[in-house]
């Protein structure tokens, strides 16, 4: 099993776990949300501009998709967010329904630290590192340094999201471990959200993980990875939007594909979890929030942070959505 890791997380480039973001003057009470740390420098982004452009509060906690899940359905929060669909069985917790809301979109990387290697991973020797049995750089193309996993502390749809790729490239991955927000490790050592996995890659010389491409900051590189035709590809933004395209959203406008067959393959969806009916008084502030958040102009700055603007029929589909969020 992983232990924690013992280095204190740091903010990556000002992210702090919390996004406290002041409005000004009076106004209606603060929105007040918890859930994926994926999504949370875009979020942060978007809830600055609400608060400079239109007086509006919105304060996030990044705790993880699983710790945002709970909250949402045990009502202490507005909203929850999540980098998986919830299950079926969470969608009937839902005492007063829900929505879930695609914001955005990214890559999950493969993040290292080893300058001077170029790392190209086939899906078996991905697979192989997080099963402890490719333990040194220099058994995949590179200098003789050990190689040093860190996984996830919390429960986590960036962790469901990668071990469901990793299920859908392994027979015996999928056997063993498995896909879940949280998954019995076979190796390394655990960090609290994608900023605690960075920084604890900056903290170590060969070390390895997963986190949401953004996180991904010098002397940090990402590995290309073979997709399910066998092409490598780099989780950049042209790479991601060609797998993201080969993602069918249900009705739900939930969906993923954990192996396409072009582009970089660890791809997702990112989700705003919503009560469909009970939201009173915040009910008018969910509706600007979010319709801001899936504005053209919101939108456009996706790239420039690090995820990929949402395809304009996923657009439609999610501003319908919104409208059934009711008082």
Known sequence: MPKPASHRAIAISGLAPLLALAGCGGGPAPLQGAGASFPAPIYQRWFSDLASKEGMQVNYQSVGSGAGVRQFLAGTVDFGASDAPMTAEEVGQAKRGVVQLPLTASAIAVAYNLPGCELKLSQAQLVGIFEGKIKNFKEVGCADQAIQVVVRSDGSGTTKNFTSSLAAFSPSWKAGPGSGKSVNWPTGVAAKGNEGVAASLLQRKGGLGYVEVSYV???????????????????????????????????????????????????????????????????????????????????????????????????????????????
């Not at 979890?273 to 509706?287: C, D, F, M, T, V």
């Not at 919101?298 to 029929?313: M, N, R, S």
């Open 217 to 327: 900051r010098e002397p940090l590189q990402a590995a290309a990875i073979a997709n399910a035709a066998g092409s490598y590809a780099k989780p950049d933004n042209s790479s991601a939007s060609q797998a993201l395209a080969s993602i069918e959203l249900g009705p739900d406008l939930t969906g993923s594909n954990p192996n396409p067959a072009t582009g970089y393959p660890i791809v997702t969806f990112t989700w705003v979890l919503l009560n469909q009916n009970g939201n009173g008084a915040k009910q008018e502030s969910l509706q600007k929030a979010f319709g801001y958040a899936l504005s053209d102009g919101a939108q456009a700055e996706a790239p420039k942070l690090g995820y990929i603007t949402l395809p304009g029929p996923v657009l439609t589909r999610a501003r319908q959505a919104l409208t059934a969020v009711k008082p």
